[in-house]
């Protein structure tokens, strides 16, 4: 069974800081780059930070660079985000993500793409 589950959300003052949890079964997590989305109510998903099986770490959102750190615990099969000076605006369900593309030896799909969803965990920034 392939599964990947969020966890670690919950209620927080601004300024606090929460650590998300991705856990991962059923599959090579080591082998996939890990992606955290987050979706804000009413508004599109954002692409916030992701980190690869190299352990490279790029942030996409602007917004949290210098208050979230990703890392992953390849023998927990394991990603944590830690997020620290939490804002209102940093309100929204928070997504994991694993991705990565394999060579299907196919002339017509020379490379797909695998990945796998979380279903999500809601962070509230709120006094």
């Known amino acids: 069974q392939v599964q990947l589950v969020e966890s670690g959300g919950g209620l927080v003052q601004p300024g606090g800081s929460l650590r998300l949890s991705c856990a991962a079964s059923?599959?090579?997590?080591?082998?996939?780059?890990i992606f955290w989305y987050r979706q804000p109510p009413g508004k599109e998903r954002e692409l916030v930070i992701g980190?690869?099986?190299?352990?490279?770490?790029?942030t996409y959102a602007a917004s949290v660079k210098g208050r979230f750190t990703i890392s992953r615990d390849n023998a927990g099969n394991t990603v944590y985000l830690q997020m620290s000076s939490l804002k209102p605006e940093d309100t929204a369900v928070y997504y994991c993500?694993?991705?990565?593309?394999?060579?299907?030896?196919?002339?017509?799909?020379?490379?797909?793409?695998?990945?796998?969803w979380g279903q999500g965990t809601q962070v509230t920034v709120s006094s």
């Open positions: 993500n694993a991705y990565r593309r394999v060579d299907t030896g196919s002339f017509m799909r020379p490379v797909k793409a695998q990945d796998y």
């Open positions: 059923g599959f090579t997590y080591s082998t996939y780059t």
């Open positions: 980190i690869t099986n190299a352990g490279v770490v790029t």
